[in-house]
């Protein structure tokens, strides 16, 4: 038995959770958010017991502090020589990884490397590796890539259509993300519905939350994600737009005299369902706001539910046809509404016979919501991204990573 912790460190939380490996029993979970800030938040769950402090967490190494120190606090463990290895959570893994690594220094040279294409997260992941290895210096590290899944796309499936000197010359091509948990949601259909065999499988996965994504898998490796450079591009999400016309930049940066950077940032964090429907990014919000007659919301759901079914059929198509199309992540996993409304922009033309009542009962849990005669099979599936962090961390205590 061996203990490991699973890491996500984003630019002001650190959200962790320690595991027993092989068991893949949590011992504990928890986040610390506000970090840099004087009123901090440190939550930490385990067994049936809370913990949750407001304090000052000014960096991400007083909150690997904090954490280590409660492990010990909370008798959660005896030693910190019991964890063996810290999986970190690596948004951008670029063209050089194809899977998890070990988080040495030609890693953290790489990763460096990769900070324009992950402005936003790549620091955080290497500010959080430095405050884990010097807290645990006997322990492994490893670095788990969110775009490693996809690196076994074609050519045809990830270049853009730009001048090639420039995509070879600026390593300018869809990375895709949520890597982990298209990954983990394939293999956990695979073994539950289709025998544990990939072979011959084509799954259609929808990971959609305040970020959304799809993948199309063939043979339980991934052959397209909608996804690009950066997860701004694919289907339209919370804040972010999805894909664009290209010339919507020039043209409303020519409109509004704004720069780049500003329409930028506003194609990030202030477009999609917030922009759409002026409500909020929270799906929620905007649900409740439909259901009291806000056009605008109303469209925002509609919106929604045309992309993802849009990049459903194209990954229908590119996979020569569907076993599966799975849905998870925060609206995937909880909101029946979305799903149907997805559902019936491709019911008809896939020959799917989704049973809605069924659909109705799913929130957060797992099921099929296909009845028996639909020609793909329909499934709702709670990811998790953790335990593959923690599975690579034991692949890496074996030697097998
Ligand atoms: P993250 O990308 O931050 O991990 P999640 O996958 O947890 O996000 O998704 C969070 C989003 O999921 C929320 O912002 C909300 O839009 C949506 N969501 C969560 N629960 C529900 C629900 N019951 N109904 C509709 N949408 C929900």
């Given at each position: 038995m061996y203990k490991v912790m699973a890491v996500n460190a984003g630019s002001s939380s650190l959200k962790y959770k320690l595991y027993e490996m092989p068991e893949e029993k949590v011992l504990c979970s928890g986040n610390c958010e506000?970090?840099?800030?004087?009123?901090g938040i440190f939550g930490l769950k385990y067994g049936d017991k809370k913990v949750r402090e407001i304090l000052p967490i000014l960096d991400h190494a007083k909150g690997v502090e904090l954490v280590i120190d409660a492990l010990i606090k909370y008798g959660?463990?005896?030693?910190?020589?019991?964890?063996?290895c810290v999986g970190h959570r690596v948004v951008q893994g670029g063209k050089y990884f194809s899977k998890s690594a070990e988080f040495n220094e030609d890693t953290e040279k790489k990763v460096t490397e990769l900070i324009p294409l992950d402005p936003l997260h790549a620091p955080a992941h290497l500010t959080g590796f430095h405050a884990f290895k010097e807290a645990l210096p006997h322990a492994d590290a490893i670095a788990v890539f969110d775009t490693a899944y996809h690196q076994s796309m074609e050519p045809e499936d990830?270049?853009?259509?730009?001048p090639y000197e420039m995509s070879e010359k600026y390593d300018c091509r869809r990375y895709g993300a949520h890597g982990t948990s298209h990954n983990y949601l394939a293999d956990k259909a695979i073994a539950d519905?289709?025998?544990?065999?990939?072979?011959?499988t084509r799954i259609i996965t929808c990971h959609i939350g305040s970020g959304s994504s799809l993948a199309a898998i063939k043979d339980g490796k991934c052959?397209?994600?909608?996804?690009?450079?950066?997860?701004?591009?694919?289907v339209m999400m919370g804040t972010r737009t999805g894909?664009?016309?290209?010339?919507v930049m020039d043209y409303l940066c020519t409109c509004t005299g704004k720069s780049v950077d500003e329409m930028y940032d506003i194609f990030n964090k202030k477009s999609g369902f917030l922009g759409v429907?002026?409500?909020?990014?929270d799906t929620r919000d905007v649900e409740e706001a439909a259901n009291q007659g806000n056009e605008r919301a109303k469209l925002a759901i509609k919106l929604f539910a045309r992309t993802v079914a849009n990049f459903i059929a194209q990954y229908y198509v590119r996979l020569g046809g569907a076993d599966m199309i799975i849905f998870s992540a925060g609206i995937g996993e909880n909101s029946d509404t979305f799903r149907a409304a997805i559902l019936k922009n491709v019911e008809e033309a896939l020959g799917l016979s989704v049973d809605y009542e069924a659909n109705k009962g799913i929130h957060g849990t797992q099921g099929?919501?296909?009845?028996?005669?639909?020609?793909i099979m329909v499934s709702v599936i709670p990811t998790d991204e953790e335990v593959m962090i923690a599975r690579d961390c034991y692949k890496k205590i074996q030697g097998v990573l």
């Amino acid at each position: 038995m061996y203990k490991v912790m699973a890491v996500n460190a984003g630019s002001s939380s650190l959200k962790y959770k320690l595991y027993e490996m092989p068991e893949e029993k949590v011992l504990c979970s928890g986040n610390c958010e506000r970090i840099g800030h004087e009123d901090g938040i440190f939550g930490l769950k385990y067994g049936d017991k809370k913990v949750r402090e407001i304090l000052p967490i000014l960096d991400h190494a007083k909150g690997v502090e904090l954490v280590i120190d409660a492990l010990i606090k909370y008798g959660i463990i005896e030693s910190l020589e019991e964890i063996k290895c810290v999986g970190h959570r690596v948004v951008q893994g670029g063209k050089y990884f194809s899977k998890s690594a070990e988080f040495n220094e030609d890693t953290e040279k790489k990763v460096t490397e990769l900070i324009p294409l992950d402005p936003l997260h790549a620091p955080a992941h290497l500010t959080g590796f430095h405050a884990f290895k010097e807290a645990l210096p006997h322990a492994d590290a490893i670095a788990v890539f969110d775009t490693a899944y996809h690196q076994s796309m074609e050519p045809e499936d990830y270049v853009y259509p730009i001048p090639y000197e420039m995509s070879e010359k600026y390593d300018c091509r869809r990375y895709g993300a949520h890597g982990t948990s298209h990954n983990y949601l394939a293999d956990k259909a695979i073994a539950d519905y289709f025998g544990g065999k990939a072979e011959g499988t084509r799954i259609i996965t929808c990971h959609i939350g305040s970020g959304s994504s799809l993948a199309a898998i063939k043979d339980g490796k991934c052959v397209a994600t909608s996804m690009g450079l950066t997860p701004l591009g694919g289907v339209m999400m919370g804040t972010r737009t999805g894909d664009l016309d290209p010339s919507v930049m020039d043209y409303l940066c020519t409109c509004t005299g704004k720069s780049v950077d500003e329409m930028y940032d506003i194609f990030n964090k202030k477009s999609g369902f917030l922009g759409v429907s002026g409500v909020s990014n929270d799906t929620r919000d905007v649900e409740e706001a439909a259901n009291q007659g806000n056009e605008r919301a109303k469209l925002a759901i509609k919106l929604f539910a045309r992309t993802v079914a849009n990049f459903i059929a194209q990954y229908y198509v590119r996979l020569g046809g569907a076993d599966m199309i799975i849905f998870s992540a925060g609206i995937g996993e909880n909101s029946d509404t979305f799903r149907a409304a997805i559902l019936k922009n491709v019911e008809e033309a896939l020959g799917l016979s989704v049973d809605y009542e069924a659909n109705k009962g799913i929130h957060g849990t797992q099921g099929l919501i296909s009845k028996k005669d639909s020609k793909i099979m329909v499934s709702v599936i709670p990811t998790d991204e953790e335990v593959m962090i923690a599975r690579d961390c034991y692949k890496k205590i074996q030697g097998v990573l």
